[in-house]
């Protein structure tokens, strides 16, 4: 069972990125995702969810309106389309799985998943 995350990387401020999280050994159908962050010297702050049937998407305000969190099951991945970006959100970005048989349910807590990624670093700089 393994999360891969993917596509972070150097963007100037005002610059887009769009992470990937795919699963492998797992089907993400029956399983809520979701994205945290840890900057430097920081702890690890939650990003945003979504519902194992993708009709719910939470987001923390602090990127609410230019982060979008999607899924898509037949490919078994998920997508955390980041605009706007700003110096603040440089961080490693982690997805994380749970499963939840409730197609309408995330969560925000990080003690509740069961599966991380190894993480993706997102560098946000002129």
């Known amino acids: 069972v393994q999360l891969a995350e993917s596509g972070g990387g150097l963007v100037q401020p005002g610059g887009s990125l769009r992470l990937s999280c795919a699963a492998s050994?797992?089907?993400?159908?029956?399983?809520?995702i979701g994205w945290f962050r840890q900057a430097p010297g920081k702890e690890r702050g939650w990003v945003s969810c979504?519902?194992?049937?993708?009709?719910?998407?939470v987001y923390a305000d602090s990127v609410k309106g230019r982060f979008t969190i999607s899924k898509d099951n037949a490919k078994n991945t998920v997508y955390l389309q980041m605009n706007s970006l700003r110096p603040e959100d440089t961080a490693i970005y982690f997805c994380?799985?749970?499963?939840?048989?409730?197609?309408?349910?995330?969560?925000?807590?990080?003690?509740?998943?069961?599966?991380w990624g190894q993480g993706t670093q997102v560098t946000v700089s002129s």
């Open positions: 050994g797992f089907t993400l159908d029956y399983y809520a």
């Open positions: 979504i519902s194992s049937g993708g009709g719910s998407t």
């Open positions: 994380t799985a749970r499963r939840e048989l409730s197609g309408n349910l995330c969560y925000a807590d990080p003690e509740v998943y069961v599966y």
